[in-house]
């Protein structure tokens, strides 16, 4: 199954595209280097100035088969309560990053989902789409 979609056809298109430009924002203010904890601060400050609609580490419950499981697991952001956004630091996004976000759009509900690396010179984005 192939998670993601022509630029011509993106689901939240305008929400997540503003999402990004915070994060831009939030990069060349404070450039690569830091440690994740540090741009989810400074996402918080962003997404505030904007009037951006968010909750940060959102908790959402794991059921298997009809079972609900002891843990829960909590996606970095949900933003305007559609996106979930994950924030890393790091070399690059890594396919394991890309299978959690799935994950977490499996048991949010969500459909649209946003991995924003800031651990390199360029903010490196990839949306995935459920």
Do not use: W
């Amino acid at each position: 199954m192939d998670y993601h979609l022509s630029k011509d056809n993106l689901p939240y298109k305008d929400q997540t595209d503003s999402i990004i430009n915070a994060a831009i924002e939030v990069h060349k203010s404070l450039g690569c280097g830091f440690l994740e904890i540090i741009y989810k601060d400074a996402l918080c400050i962003e997404f505030n100035s904007r009037g951006h609609l968010f909750e940060r580490e959102k908790q959402y419950p794991v059921y298997y088969k009809d079972t609900l499981l002891q843990r829960t697991f909590y996606t970095d952001f949900l933003v305007f309560g559609q996106v979930v956004l994950e924030i890393k630091a790091k070399s690059a996004i890594a396919n394991e990053d890309l299978a959690q976000t799935i994950n977490y759009l499996k048991c949010s509900g969500c459909r649209v989902g946003l991995i924003l690396n800031f651990g390199k010179p360029t903010l490196e984005i990839k949306r995935v789409v459920f």
